[in-house]
């Protein structure tokens, strides 16, 4: 007998006031929000990559702003500590997932989903 096995994951609308940008750590595994996990948020400039914000998830998984609101158009990344959520025996150490902002964009959410030797990211809202 074969068993088959549905995963929904519902996202809620992000009110159309909300800038900025924010991202939510999903653990597969332990079925919750991935609390405590250290990110770093990178710019991409003219000579490399530049650090320009950091926060570590709520209780919920969350990071629900970067501090700041006005993201100018352009590349930026999230460098996720998966290390220092997991533990010095985790299979990714540091997930580094790359976005574009365009223009008239006010508001990302990438979130993170992730197992114990996979993971996978998307433009939420």
Do not use: C, N
Not at 71 to 93: I, K, V
Request: charged share 20%.
């Amino acid at each position: 007998m074969k068993t088959l096995m549905f995963l929904a994951i519902a996202t809620l609308a992000t009110p159309a006031a909300a800038t900025g940008i924010s991202t939510h750590v999903l653990d597969l595994a332990k079925g919750i929000g991935g609390p405590g996990v250290p990110v770093v948020l990178d710019q991409r400039t003219a000579t490399g990559w530049a650090e320009i914000s950091r926060g570590t998830t709520d209780g919920e998984g969350r990071i629900r702003s970067f501090g700041r609101e006005d993201f100018a158009a352009g590349d930026y990344r999230l460098r996720f500590d998966m290390q220092g959520y997991s533990g010095p025996q985790a299979f990714f150490p540091e997930i580094s997932v790359v976005f574009r902002i365009a223009p008239d964009v006010k508001h990302v959410h990438v979130p993170l989903v992730l197992s114990p030797f996979g993971y996978s990211t998307y433009r939420g809202t």
